[in-house]
C-alpha cells in the first residue's frame, strides 16, 4: 500500500536532459518532505535533493546545483527530478524518497533510519 514507484531513467549523452518523475501512494503525501538520492556501483548512497512539505523550500546538493530542479505536484502525489546538462559522473540509479524530516538527506553515513520510505530506483545512465 505504502509505496514510492520512479519512471523516466534512461539512456543519454552529456549534455542531455532528463526528467524523473516519483508517484506516491498509501500516506499523506502533502505532509511528507520528497526528494531523491542515487547510488552508482560500488558507490555510496547519496542525498541529490529534496522539497519540503509546506513551503516548498528545496535543497540540492553541490554537485547539481544549477543542472537540476526538484518540483511537486500535491494534487497528482507525484515528485519530479528535471535533470538537464547530464554529466557522466550522473550515472546511477535514483531512488524516490519520502519522510517528515530532513535529516537522511544531510547524513553522513547515510542511516536508512532516517528516511521512512523508499521507492525501488530508476536507472540513469549518461555516456561521454
Known amino acids: 500500500e505504502v509505496q514510492l514507484v520512479e519512471s523516466g531513467g534512461g539512456l543519454v549523452q552529456t549534455g542531455g536532459s532528463l526528467r524523473l518523475s516519483c508517484v506516491a501512494s498509501?500516506?499523506?503525501?502533502?505532509?511528507?518532505?520528497v526528494g531523491w538520492f542515487r547510488q552508482a556501483p560500488g558507490k555510496e548512497r547519496e542525498g541529490v535533493s529534496y522539497i519540503s512539505a509546506g513551503d516548498g523550500g528545496t535543497y540540492y546538493t553541490d554537485s547539481v546545483k544549477g543542472r537540476f530542479t526538484i518540483s511537486r505536484d500535491n494534487a497528482r502525489n507525484t515528485v519530479y527530478l528535471q535533470m538537464n546538462n547530464l554529466k557522466v559522473e550522473d550515472t546511477a540509479t535514483y531512488l524516490c524518497?519520502?519522510?517528515?524530516?530532513?535529516?537522511?538527506?544531510?547524513?553522513?553515513?547515510?542511516?536508512?533510519?532516517?528516511?521512512?520510505?523508499w521507492g525501488q530506483g530508476a536507472r540513469v545512465t549518461v555516456t561521454a
Open positions: 498509501g500516506f499523506p503525501f502533502d505532509d511528507y518532505v
Open positions: 524518497a519520502a519522510d517528515q524530516g530532513t535529516f537522511g538527506w544531510h547524513a553522513t553515513p547515510l542511516d536508512y533510519k532516517w528516511i521512512e520510505i
